[in-house]
């Protein structure tokens, strides 16, 4: 059954025809109204296609995959001065995907470092290849407009508009009247605004792809097309790590300790040759050509998001594409280049409703042609980039999400510069391989529900605190139930079900997927879990801000427990466990059994890989709580969020140092229940013979105590900044200590508190978050995480030489922490943080802090003349924080407003200080 198309569109539509038609330059099938093809004037299919006679012997990079992150790939590794790599196509160049792609160029999106990717590219294709080879890249700067028809969309809008200030992007938030000024054949009807990005363009792919490869051979890389990749060699070294060898290919083996998989949708094929989990998969994605539109030249680019439709200029016509809630999964056949699939129109249909809706011309205007091929999805719908962990030596560079030509240029520079240095000058963890758990890697019904649900809600609006809907519930720890009946409303990380807050309306349990109603399948019906997302979809509080703040306050002044089971937990054992633990971990490791230290990990360039606690330990009698080992181990427990970036990092720098040792994974054997408050001991202390007095369990050390009954980890640790424990314990111990935390807690007004919370009283006290306000292109001094380096001692550790320069020669940039009592909504992150009149950084993340009754926000400022950032640099300044382009007076910090002298965290509540400090901040 056709969906609902309009009168004049009936009599366009194709039906039947064969699977896919394999396209040449200027073929078109015989059949009434528009063919399958793409509308560039070139491409590269008629390029020579003569069989290569060899390949080189030995290479330092084999690239896999001709189009344009390949290109793109190879290219940067030459200005990196690493030529002697090879790019093997089984085609011709762009044969795959990129040939047949809308060649799109945006240069906004809610997030820095896509912003500063884009950027990257831009400047690749308008400034630098034509110039430098000679080859005209296809750019046209036309502008693009962003369609907002309400209130919440055009903020999404302003706060994309806010960060661009920093990096020296112009946009323009417009009027209705002012939009069709712009854009005279749109119609305003329904429109609420628009954001204008005069700086957005298109590109052709061919063009692209020729120039890349023609600047990467003149510096002596080689390009082998029509090369089929057989097999790749791998091999176990003396510590039973497995490492690339050498990559066979239809015409002969090429020696290589690197291979860089670049191939698409077959990227999933080449990763099963050796052991490789690629979490993509294939779906059909389309657009149509028009004919000749009257007055549409020179228009800019559109993007709809609510009507889920672009509409591109192709010279005096418009490329229409979008996302549709059911899109065609595709299973990839090896033999398939420049080809196409017949549209399907019973697809394809949902989107010419929003494209007449914006600009109603189109509706008498006829199809020139239909262009549907084949694009590789992942679960985020972000790329997978880096080093794979299963083999060293293979890399990632695939799963665009029909992103590849406007992402290429940067993404390309970025993994060049990962593969030779080993790691990207930007914060890439969002693409890196390493975001996702391995369990979940090959989990092929998580892969298709995500991928479907990220490419359904590509132009949903992306809210601060959305969750996902598809493949919940996969790892639920032993207090989930518990929890749920308690009113938990869950998060999701790594497959890890969280608790976010806590409804007092009841349950709210996460319902199977039902593809949004797609596929004949029906959609969940009174879906509470579905609902409490959308009291989240605001820019603005939300409806249960209170109910957050509630948790906040009962943390700060009577007690709550916290359940973060998910985080990972490892123990790192072997004869060389003390050698590794000094050289991967910057805090002391030669402290005291008993003890338990904050520390870092570093990458060579003194960047943050990850901020984790590890407590050293002795040989235990068996099983999760207490291993068996020889000599001494250290208990590891990572953020869960980021648990296999950090498992990976450990072990990438034990097998690169030949350590004897290893890591043991008990992620999901133990639960983690965190009692904080000022209260916590007096609960904790009924329920145990331990002393929990500070003289026999001081703040940041770990004893194995018996607690209601049950043998668990304590460690007086806090996230929050206050007094407290965290209880790890086995699985089967989990619900009844927690029942006993409970009945004893409510004798002191415990509640239940999720991450929500935590989000806000970590920030409140100063505490960072990976990935957040620290990633790894921050270094400790930046982030004012000094304390955790052992600079005063001689002991090596990884990043050192780094860190030793960087203090000799001063930061540029700093931490700060930003209050103001601006009244309109909350600081989310991406702010602009103006000095002085001067744009000097933006904030990382950003809170409401309920016991300071405070907006608070942490960002990096730097000099624009590039000098050292100190205290008195940013104490000298007036602040201004641009929230939606809107400015706020703001108060910077240089420590963190809540008990900066850490009497909390030690148990002593004796003074009034914090309230002083709320008092001079509400002055």
């Known amino acids: ?48 296609a003569a069989e290569p006679k060899s390949v080189p012997s030995h290479v330092d990079a084999v690239i896999i995959g001709g189009g344009s992150l390949g290109c793109s790939t190879l290219y940067h590794l030459t200005k990196l001065g690493m030529t002697n790599v090879v790019l093997l196509e089984k085609d011709q160049l ?268 189109i509706e008498t205007t006829g199809i020139k042609s239909t262009v549907c091929g084949p694009e590789s999805f992942t679960p985020d719908h972000k790329p997978l980039m880096g080093e794979a962990p299963e083999v060293r030596g293979y890399f990632l560079g695939c799963a665009f999400n029909s992103s590849g030509m406007m992402l290429g240029g940067g993404c390309g520079k970025e993994l060049a510069h990962w593969v030779y240095h080993g790691r990207p000058e930007l914060d890439m963890y969002g693409f890196d391989i390493r975001r996702f758990a391995r369990f979940l890697t090959n989990n092929s019904g998580w892969i298709k529900e995500r991928s479907h649900e990220a490419y359904t809600k590509n132009y949903a609006m992306v809210f601060p605190h959305d969750e996902p809907l598809a493949s919940r519930g996969m790892i639920k720890d032993a207090l989930h139930e518990e929890l749920e009946a308690a009113g938990c409303i869950y998060q999701e990380r790594q497959g890890f079900e969280r608790p976010g807050w806590f409804s007092p309306n009841g349950p709210a349990p996460v319902l199977k997927y039902d593809y949004y109603g797609s596929y004949g399948i029906a959609k969940n019906a009174n879906y509470e879990y579905e609902q409490r997302l959308m009291d989240d979809y605001t820019f603005d509080f939300p409806r249960h801000h209170d109910i957050i703040g509630n948790e906040c306050l009962a943390t700060r002044n009577n007690a709550a427990a916290f359940n973060m089971s998910y985080f990972g937990k490892f123990y790192l054992v072997g004869p060389d466990a003390q050698k590794a633990a000094d050289w991967i971990f910057t805090n002391d490791m030669t402290k005291a059994d008993g003890t338990t230290s904050y520390t870092c990990m570093l990458n060579q360039f003194g960047g943050v890989e990850s901020d984790l606690t590890v407590s050293p330990i002795q040989p235990g009698a068996g099983g999760p709580l207490e291993p068996t080992f020889e000599g001494r181990g250290f208990y590891v427990a990572a953020g869960g969020g980021n648990s296999q970036h950090s498992l990976t990092h450990i072990n990438t720098a034990i097998q690169d140092q030949k350590f004897d040792c290893r890591m043991l994974d008990h992620s999901t054997d133990l639960c983690m229940l965190s009692v904080q408050g000022p209260k916590s001991r007096d609960i904790l202390q009924a329920l145990t013979d331990t002393d929990l007095s500070n003289e026999n369990f ?108 960087q203090k000799a020669d001063g930061i540029r940039k700093k931490i700060v922490c930003f209050t103001t009592d601006q009244p309109h909504g909350p600081i989310l992150g991406l702010e602009t943080i103006y000095r002085n009149g001067e744009i000097v950084g933006f904030i990382r993340r950003g809170a409401y802090c309920f016991d300071l009754q405070r907006n608070m926000g942490y960002g990096y400022i730097q000099r624009a003349d590039g000098g050292k950032v100190t205290n008195a640099y940013v104490k000298e300044g007036e602040y201004q924080i641009d929230r939606m382009g809107e400015l706020y007076p703001a108060m910077a910090h240089v420590k963190a407003p809540f008990d900066p002298e850490n009497k909390r965290v030690k148990g002593d509540y004796s003074d009034v200080l914090a309230d002083k400090v709320k008092e001079e901040l509400h002055v």
């Open 698 to 805: 001081p703040f940041s050390t770990h004893q194995i105590i018996t607690l209601a009954g049950h043998t668990l980890r304590a460690l007086r640790l806090t996230f929050v900044g206050e007094l407290g424990w965290e209880l790890h314990i086995p699985n089967e111990s989990a619900v009844p200590v927690y029942k006993a935390v409970m009945q004893e807690g409510a004798k002191h007004g415990i509640v239940n508190a999720g991450y929500r919370a935590i989000e806000s009283l970590s920030m409140e006290k100063g505490y960072r978050h990976w990935h957040a306000d620290l990633r790894s292109n921050d270094t400790p001094l930046e982030a004012g995480l000094a304390f955790t380096c052992k600079l005063k001692k001689a002991t090596p550790f990884l990043g050192r030489e780094a860190i030793e320069k």
């Open 94 to 361: 762009t044969a795959g995907t990129t040939w047949h792609t809308a060649g799109l160029v945006w240069n906004l999106r809610p997030s820095d470092t896509e912003i500063e990717l884009l950027s990257s590219t831009r400047h690749l294709i308008s400034e630098v290849l034509e110039a430098e080879t000679g080859v005209n890249p296809g750019w046209i700067n036309n502008g693009g407009l962003f369609i907002a028809n309400n209130k919440e969309r055009l903020d999404e809008y302003k706060r994309m508009a806010t960060v661009a200030k920093v990096f020296g992007i112009e946009s323009h938030v417009l009027t209705p009247e002012e939009s069709k000024k712009l854009y005279p054949l749109m119609n305003i009807d329904d429109l609420y605004g628009t954001l204008y990005s005069p700086a957005d363009g298109t590109i052709d792919p061919a063009g692209v792809c020729t120039a890349l490869t023609r600047g990467a051979t003149r510096a002596g890389a080689k390009v082998v097309t029509n090369c089929r990749v057989k097999d790749i060699k791998v091999a176990e070294d003396g510590m039973g790590v497995k490492r690339v060898q050498a990559v066979e290919t239809s015409i002969g083996t090429i020696n290589t300790p690197i291979v860089i998989n670049c191939a698409g949708v077959w990227a999933r094929t080449i990763g099963e040759k050796v052991g490789v989990n690629t979490p993509l998969c294939a779906k059909k994605h389309a657009y149509i050509v028009t004919e000749r539109i009257e007055g549409v030249q020179n228009l800019p680019n559109i993007r709809d998001h609510d009507a889920s439709v672009y509409l591109k200029l192709q010279g005096d016509a418009l490329a229409i594409g979008g996302y549709e809630p059911d899109p065609i999964f595709w299973k990839p056949v090896p033999d398939f280049a420049f080809s196409l699939f017949e549209l399907d129109w019973d697809v394809f249909a949902v989107h010419i409703e929003g494209a007449i809706n914006r600009v109603p011309v």
């Open 1 to 48: 059954m056709l969906r609902k198309l309009p009168l004049g569109w009936l009599t366009l539509v194709i039906q039947g025809g064969p699977k896919y038609i394999k396209r040449t330059h200027h073929a078109r099938t015989m059949c009434s109204g528009p063919t399958p093809g793409v509308p560039y004037e070139t491409s590269l299919q008629d390029e020579e």
